[in-house]
């Protein structure tokens, strides 16, 4: 063995960063899921007299449409663990907090599903922050000042 290869550092993700590729896999399935229920409704599948496309209201046609393309291209994305899929997925979900939030009384209350898009990106910031916070460099540790007294000493030096 040469001492090029003796030196060699094997490079292997931490625990969160395996959990968080998991995380954004599962999230992806989630997408998937979402985005084939988005496509049933447009093929006229999904039961009721409502959801053949052409007899939607219009703004169920737009959010329908938009959502049943971008959900399959952020849960492509998620898996691929690509840099791109988690901002398709938040378009996504603030499309559908949009929809269920702001216009609700268009679409209706669907809490659950707002509930599980800000959950998501709860945890979403979580990995993120425990992932920046282990590949973050170690700080210096602090040194006494050069006169070799404390911080507490020199303030109170000239009042005697």
């Known amino acids: 063995m ?26 992806a399935a989630y997408c998937l899921l979402f985005g084939i229920l988005y496509w049933v409704r ?23 449409v938009v959502l049943a393309v971008f959900f399959p291209f952020a849960a492509a994305g998620l898996w691929m663990l690509a840099s791109w899929g988690p901002v398709i997925w938040f378009i996504c979900a603030v499309t559908e907090v949009g929809m269920y939030v702001v216009y609700s009384q268009l679409f209706g209350h669907r809490l659950l599903i707002v509930i599980s898009h800000i959950s998501v990106a709860i945890l979403y910031i979580v990995f993120r922050v425990l992932i ?21 000493d020199s303030g109170a030096s000239g009042l005697r």
């Open 2 to 27: 040469s001492e090029v290869t003796s030196r060699r550092v094997i490079l292997q993700p931490s625990t969160v960063e395996v959990l968080f590729a998991w995380f954004q896999r599962i999230i």
């Open 42 to 64: 447009l093929i006229g599948i999904y039961p009721g007299t409502l959801w053949r496309f052409d007899l939607m209201p219009v703004h169920w046609q737009i959010a329908s």
């Open 132 to 152: 920046y916070l282990q590949k973050r460099p170690p700080r210096a540790p602090e040194t006494d000042p050069p006169s070799g007294r404390g911080a507490a």
